[in-house]
């Protein structure tokens, strides 16, 4: 049985993978200030993309994105909030969710929500 972790690990990896294809350019991955963390920051145009990543070998205990609660997303703004001040380049930015789910011996399926509003 694998951890929580390794899971969360390997759908990081997968999403990497993923928005490259899409066209993003990765700027950092499990990116920290003090106690926020944003999975992925990515840019494409003009815009700043904040990116959770959630991912899931079944849906047993519903879709990867519903488990995304209120403290999360307060934590991504936070988080957005201080890497744009770090960065004032970036005036454009955009929240996005990325679902991953691996189903045993299925394909990967990957669900994109942009423009996520808090």
Request: glycine content about 6%; aromatic content about 16%; proline content about 2%.
């Amino acid at each position: 049985m694998t951890s929580n972790k390794s899971t969360g690990d390997e759908g990081e990896e997968l999403a990497a993978v993923y928005l490259v294809q899409k066209g993003y350019t990765l700027l950092e991955r499990n990116w920290r200030f003090k106690r926020w963390e944003i999975d992925i920051i990515a840019s494409k145009g003009k815009f700043l993309h904040i990116f959770e990543v959630k991912t899931r070998k079944s849906n047993r205990f519903g879709n990867p994105e519903e488990s995304i609660g209120r403290e999360k997303m307060d934590c991504m703004k936070n988080g957005a909030e201080e890497y744009q001040y770090q960065h004032p380049e970036w005036k454009y930015l955009q929240f996005n969710v990325l679902a991953i789910t691996m189903h045993y011996g299925e394909s990967i399926e990957y669900f994109l929500i942009e423009d996520v509003y808090f």
